[in-house]
């Protein structure tokens, strides 16, 4: 096997990667503190991938740009989501909170499906087809672009908890829910703004994610999957976590599918998690619950 | 159980008794397909109403059950009634090993669902390159006519399924009742409240919970076997899919988890109303895809935000059926 | 989004009464006083078009549309239609089927694919109603030795041989002998199909001078096809040899451009993807010049240019070149229906399904040997066309009686 294949093959891994990582961010930051199972995680970014699509089409926008108006249409879509739906179902149990959310990603489906029609639909920019060549290595541009978006809104968010008032305050909400309350913090405002800043990254990762993928209304549910697998393989809570978890994915699929067979890529992925589920449940880079 | 409830569920049964007698093909398809989730959201509830664990990837030891018996019949003439044993035993297997290192490694709540989505998912990649049973391009089961019933190899009239399956229903609601009210019900029940507390008493709770995750995986195995020799053709990408482990627990969790009548009354609900839907969307003239699924999602979140627990649990009350669970 | 036009209203609205009132009488059994109207031929439909299939099934559903119209002025019968969604899931495939019976369905046509044609089949056997499967490859379903179930499609190592001839013929044609290929196919029921039919036929057909140098099989779910190209790429093939579905034909087009792999061409030996509607939209001029061997229609068959007048009617936005196949096959499959109803001058199940083993349509619209059915339902000698992509169209190139165009082969891309 030629030496410039499996290095292609691990950085175009690596530069997918990170953009799953990106999908995986909201994941991880909502769930890591709002301690809600989000199932309809991919249908989320499924609809911000059309949202992408809708305003390439009527006013030309690169999706770079549409991060701007799309994010932040999600974001107040999450916080309300969260206040109004989701808040009274933190204290259920799981298979409820599960149920609701797999009934919200049906509707999210269907709806899709009903309005847009089952065809697959893509935004047309000039850079999407092209690569850089250095040497016998080829990198992707749009696939490079997005990357460098994913480390960015990483590095983003992460300032945001480090830096912010807020985001210390969700940061103690998320660890000791008591303690949050005691001190005096609004938890249920707190989440619903975890819930806000997690769908705005999802919605910036659909930004990206449109420039790689098709969108059609039946790609949610194998998006959810994955983000599920990042997150728990990179550590929840940990933004750090959901990249690495991403960066690992990406990889081991791509050498998966060189060295055996791409069909089986996916095996590796659950293979992976059951590992990390059953060896260390906190994940790479995630802190002991 | 009160007078109210013993005449009722007498009713009832009666009434699945003689319905082939007075429905039509159609109606009997669809009865057998609500006593089949019926079934299945029975088995599924024992391992999350006595063990407490949520699980995601149920469809596991439904495809696996299948191709057991049906690779033993299409390869070896094996009948359903001797390949069932090397599905269960498959099953109890696979619940116990998922059972244990969930256990041992302090699995629970949500990692334990992701755990046996990864199981399931996992699994039907696998059965995706197993030529030996068909792989992608599925393992078809040779059919007979369907003028005699052969019970011995399950070829038959819709009729003779039907029976079969309401079998299976009665028998895992049978069990279920009685494991309830016996003494494992009752540790089963403290586990679930509170396990500490149980532990405290000196009841070997690791050993109650894996005796109902295989219990739960055991009688999945059963409906596995059931759907190889009704449907004759399996595939890895339909039996094994995420989708599939979510049809399971809708009944249960519609219905009501942990309850005795929630599997059934939720499987038949959701069944039912798919099926209006489609004919009132029909008669309406909205041919629109998408729609109807629409109109069941918006129906599952209603039931799921207002009756948290299950429509069995209301419904119930309102029979005046107090007591029964 | 645009409104499905289906069925026309007056038609359905029939149709939807008449289902009202025969649910009302036959949901308990009661005897389907519906069934004894033997003026008209019911023809229950059974396409996806919901789910993941539902853009192909609602493709197939111009061709049933379309049916009626045709057909009475073809043939004089007037035929009713009751169509149903299956979802894209089998148990709604039976379910809907059981239902169409209890309808008064006379006969049953669909239902795309193969997992639901299996369980249709098996309500259709146990009823003892007559099935005509429109589209369907898995070659099992008409080796179950049922009397009911009829298909008018090729069987997937048909289309293998068929694929692999034409593929002879495009180098004879093109008067080049490419020396190695590479096949990427997958991994779903129709890929292992055709993957199996491959290997089966390479060693048979000596007169095909390439060898498969690497086979990469991949997920047609997978949404990232870096891999498989690269290795593809790495195998330094001739041509890509490419057994694919829609979205991700549409993938590996792209990631063929970013990776600067241009080898001779890229031939479907028959899948198909790279005809599609969506497959030109999406690609544009990276579309032109891909060929697919498939079972397509004759371009120049008097019934071709009929059906495309009675589409372009009822579709004036889309073009049947667009839907030839889904629209061609379900057509027939409607056609076979009324043609034995016609001859059989009753809607009795039993007399239709004769009637249908007797059939002998010469004047058709696919490409092939007349609609015969042999003795497991099947008809033989449904032909294939070389399909190559031209001007954002897909044109027939071969066979060269039938061709508009010739074929372009290698593609400019190539260069030695």
Known sequence: MPIELVVNVVIAGVLTGLVYGLMALGLSVIFGVVRVVNFAHGEMMTI????????????????????????????????????????????????????????????????????????????????????????????????????????????????????????????????????????????????????????????????????????????????????FVIVIVGGLGSMGGALLGGVLIGVSEALAGLFITPSAKSMFSFALLILVLLLRPQGLLGRKP | MNRRGAVLLAMLAAALILLPAVASNYVLSVATLILFFAYTGQAWNVMMGFAGQLSLGHSLYVGVAAYAAAGLFFHFGIGPWAGVWLAVLLCVVLGAAIGFLAFRFGISGVYFALLTIAFAEFTRIGFDHIDWLGGPGGLFIKVEQREHMDLLDLRGAPQMFYYVMLALTAGAFALCAWLLRSRAGYYWQAIREDEQAAQALGINTFRWKMLAMVLSSALTALAGVFFAFYYNNLFPEQIFHISRSIEIILGPVIGGVGTLFGPILGAAVLTILADSITELLAALGIEIPGVKQVFYGVVLLAVVMFLPHGIWPTLARKLGLEGRR | MKAQRGTPSHVRRRVLKAAAASAALSTLGFPAIVRAQAGRLKVGVLLPRSGFQGLIGQSCQKGADLAP??????????????????????????????????????????????????????????????????????????????????????????????????????????????????????????????????????????????????????????????????????????????????????????????????????????????????????????????????????????????????????????????????????????????????????????????????????????????????????????????????????????????????????WPYYKA
């Open chain 3, 69 to 410: 119209g045709v057909i009475k002025e073809m043939l004089g019968v007037d035929i009713e239609l009751m169509n149903a969604d299956t979802e894209t899931n089998v148990d709604t495939a039976r379910t809907r089927a059981e239902r169409l019976i209890q309808e008064g369905a006379h006969v049953l046509v669909g239902p795309f694919d193969s997992g639901g044609a299996a369980a249709i089949a098996q309500v259709a056997e146990q009823r003892g109603v007559p099935f005509v499967i429109n589209i369907a490859a898995a070659p099992q379903i008409t080796e179950q030795g049922y009397k009911f179930v009829f298909r008018n499609f090729q069987t997937a190592p048909d289309i293998v041989r068929n694929g692999l001839a034409l593929i002879g013929d495009l180098f004879q044609a093109s008067n080049i002998a490419p020396r190695t290929a590479v096949f990427m196919h997958v991994n779903d029921t129709f890929g292992m199909a055709m993957a199996k039919g491959i290997s089966a036929f390479m060693g048979r057909l000596t007169q095909l001078p390439f060898k498969i140098v690497d086979t990469i099989q991949y997920d047609p779910a997978a949404r990232d096809l870096t891999v498989e190209v690269s290795k593809a790429k790495a195998s330094n093939a001739d041509f890509l040899l490419l057994v694919c579905r829609l979205n991700d034909a549409i993938l590996l087009r792209r990631e063929m451009v970013k990776q600067r792999w241009n080898p001779m061409g890229i031939v479907s030996p028959g899948s198909p993807g790279m005809y599609e509607e969506q497959y030109f939209k999406t690609l544009g001029k990276l579309s032109e010049y891909s060929i697919s061997n498939v079972p397509w229609y004759n371009p120049r068959a008097e019934l071709t240019k009929v059906v495309e007048k009675a589409f372009l009617k009822q579709n004036p936005k889309d073009k049947l070149v667009f839907n030839g196949l889904n629209v061609g096959f379900t057509f027939e499959a409607i056609l076979v229906a009324a043609d034995a109803f016609r001859r059989a001058r009753s809607t009795d199940a039993k007399t239709l399904a004769d009637a249908i083993r007797q059939t002998n349509i010469t004047s058709k619209m696919m490409l092939g040997g007349p609609i015969k059915f042999n003795e497991k339902g099947q008809v033989e000698g449904i032909g294939s066309a070389c399909v190559q992509n031209l001007n954002l169209t897909p044109t027939v190139v071969l066979p060269a009686a039938v061709a508009t165009a010739t074929p372009v082969f290698p």
């Open chain 1, 48 to 227: 911000a991938m059309y949202a992408t699509v809708v305003l390439f089409a009527a006013l030309q926008l690169d999706p770079f740009l549409a991060v701007v108006p799309v994010a932040g249409l999600f974001f107040v879509f999450g916080t309300l989501l969260q206040a109004a739906v989701i808040n009274p179902f933190i204290t259920r149990p799981e298979h409820s909170q599960f149920m609701l959310l797999v009934a919200i990603a049906i509707i999210m489906v269907n709806g899709l499906l009903m309005v847009f029609g089952p065809d697959a639909r893509n935004v047309q920019v000039d850079y999407q087809l092209e690569s850089y060549a250095i040497g016998p290595i080829l990198l992707d541009k749009a696939r490079l672009y997005a990357s460098a978006a994913a480390v960015a809104a990483s590095a983003a968010l992460f300032a945001f908890f480090k830096f912010t008032r807020a985001g210390k305050a969700i940061r103690a909400c998320a660890d000791n829910y008591l303690g949050a309350k005691v001190v005096g913090l609004n938890v249920k405002r707190y989440y619903a703004l975890t819930f806000g800043l997690g769908s705005a990254c999802v919605a910036v990762a659909g930004c990206m994610m449109i420039l790689l993928v098709d969108v059609s209304p039946v790609l949610g549910p194998a998006y959810t999957l994955l983000a």
